[in-house]
Each structure stands twice: as structure tokens, then as C-alpha cells.
């Protein structure tokens, strides 16, 4: 780890302008781990903040690079959307990123399902910040959700891995406190409202309009991203007709 800033997101505990009880940590395993562990024990509305993560983790259990000065947080939510639907909440993180940092001066966009771009014009854009949703339900029966965000926020972009970037290449003076709090305040408002979730997304993604090669279980597809439908699923062109495609890994191509 190298420049690892010395303040910490701990402001953040108890600050009245946050919808959310805020744990924080200097060092964690995983924000998502321990949100999980206080899903299933029944909490809601719960922020867990980590300035560094020894063992975070992306999808499918790849590992993610959590260095101090980053933002890790992981939210706690009870949501009141369909089950079907719940794939809106990582957009709705994506979306928080993007407005928490636009309010900051920095333009971002967003790569479906869950990644946060710094664009750039050399079509290389590289990853500042990712999304990953968990759902279950409690011995109760209530149904949670848990939505991790890493953000590569003041971090030395050497301690990241290939294809990812940090705000510290876009933006000298940067406020980890504002923008967790901006990003807590834009989930607060759209966990609950997917048509706005749907309407914003549309606005701030990079991938509509755009050639994209989705990799699914059942082989690839290349094809035009046309739109999102209300789970949050893509709908992809192609020469074979419009395919529906979920989670998966998305390339955006080069026009050709
Ligand atoms: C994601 O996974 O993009 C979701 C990442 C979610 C991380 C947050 S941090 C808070 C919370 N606690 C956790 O333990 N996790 C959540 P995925 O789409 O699978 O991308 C993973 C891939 O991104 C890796 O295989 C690397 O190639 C790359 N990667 C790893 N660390 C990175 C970083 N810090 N910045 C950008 N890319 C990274």
C-alpha cells in the first residue's frame, strides 16, 4: 500500500444527514460479510463502512482489491420491490456512485449490470467502482438485501489491478465523507422507486446504444444494447432477434 490517506470514513457514524445507522471500521474482512451477518440477524437500514477490506470480494468470488482510502460500504435494506426486481437495487448502487461523484465534480458512467467507468475518449475505460447485490431471507421470513459498493476513492491506482482507475487520476481534493453520504442519500431515495431507478439508469448508462458481447450461459452474444426492462435485464439486438440477457459479463465493443 502506498499514500494511504490518514482519515478515516468514521465521521460518518451518527451523522444526522446519513439515512442509515453507520458501522465503520478501520480494517474489515468484507463490508459484506458483516452486512449479511447483520441482515440475517434482523437489522435493517444499516451502512457498513470499511476504509480497507483484507478479503473483499466481487462476483462469483473474485477477489477485490480493497487498499486503505477506498470506499467500501455495504448497505443493509428490507426491499419493498418484487423479488424479480431485486437486480434493480445494483443498478440503484451504480447509480448513487454516479451522482455522489458528479456532485463532486467527476464525470462517470455505467457499464451494465454493475460497474462504474471513468470514461475515456481512447476507448479504454476503466473500472472505478463496482456493485454486488446479495438476497436472502431471515429465520423470520423477512426477505433482505445486501448491496456492496467499492469505490477506488483516494487510492494509489499502482495498487490496483489491470483495467481499473481511482478518483485520484481524475480529482486532487477528494471528500470520502461527502461522497459516501451523497451515495447514501441517493440509495435512501431510489431503493423503493423503480421507475425512477429505470429513468436514471437510462440516462447515466454508457452501454445502451452500443455494440456490446455479453458472455451467458449459454455461449456469447453480440449484439446493439437497446434497453433495460423492469428487472433490470438487458435487451440486446442482434442478427437473430432481441435477446433478454441477465447476469452476466458485458463487453462494450468499438463500432465497426
Ligand atoms: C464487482 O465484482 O465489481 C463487485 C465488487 C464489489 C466490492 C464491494 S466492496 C464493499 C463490499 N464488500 C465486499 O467484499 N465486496 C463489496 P466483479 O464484477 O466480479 O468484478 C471483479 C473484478 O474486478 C476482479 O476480477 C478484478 O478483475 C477487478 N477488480 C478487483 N479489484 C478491483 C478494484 N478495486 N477496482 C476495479 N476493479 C477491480
Redesign the pocket.
Known amino acids: 500500500m502506498t499514500d494511504a490517506p490518514d482519515e478515516t470514513l468514521a465521521a460518518l457514524v451518527g451523522d444526522p444527514a446519513v439515512p442509515f445507522r453507520v458501522e465503520h471500521h478501520v480494517t474489515i474482512e468484507?463490508?459484506?460479510?458483516r452486512a449479511v451477518e447483520a441482515a440475517l440477524a434482523g437489522e435493517q437500514d444499516v451502512a457498513v463502512v470499511a476504509d480497507r477490506?483484507t478479503g473483499?470480494?466481487?462476483?462469483?468470488g473474485?477477489?477485490?482489491?480493497?487498499p486503505a482510502g477506498?470506499i467500501?460500504?455495504?448497505v443493509v435494506l428490507r426491499p419493498e420491490l418484487p423479488p424479480e426486481r431485486t437486480q434493480l437495487l445494483t443498478l440503484a448502487g451504480a447509480l448513487g456512485v454516479v451522482a455522489a461523484l458528479r456532485e463532486a465534480g467527476i464525470e462517470s458512467v455505467i457499464k451494465w449490470p454493475?460497474?462504474v467507468l471513468a470514461p475515456d475518449p481512447g476507448w479504454s475505460d476503466r473500472?472505478l467502482a463496482?456493485?454486488?447485490t446479495r438476497t436472502g431471507e431471515t429465520a423470520a421470513g423477512d426477505r433482505w438485501a445486501v448491496v456492496?459498493?467499492?469505490l477506488?476513492a483516494d487510492v494509489d491506482p499502482a495498487d490496483?489491478?489491470t483495467?481499473?482507475t481511482s478518483l485520484r487520476t481524475l480529482a486532487t481534493d477528494i471528500d470520502r465523507v461527502a461522497i459516501v453520504r451523497r451515495l447514501l442519500s441517493m440509495m435512501d431515495r431510489l431503493r423503493d422507486d423503480p421507475e425512477t431507478i429505470l429513468d436514471t439508469w437510462r440516462r447515466d448508462a454508457e452501454t445502451l446504444g452500443m455494440r456490446i458481447r455479453v458472455e451467458t450461459a449459454d455461449g456469447s452474444i453480440v449484439g446493439t444494447a437497446v434497453d433495460v426492462d423492469e428487472t433490470g435485464a438487458l435487451r440486446v439486438e442482434t442478427e437473430t432477434g432481441t435477446k433478454r440477457v441477465t447476469a452476466s459479463a458485458c463487453e462494450h465493443l468499438r463500432p465497426t
Open positions: 468484507s463490508t459484506n460479510d477490506q473483499g470480494y466481487g462476483r462469483r473474485r477477489e477485490w482489491r480493497s477506498g467500501w460500504l455495504s454493475n460497474d473500472k463496482g456493485v454486488l456492496g459498493i467499492g477506488n490496483l489491478p483495467g481499473a
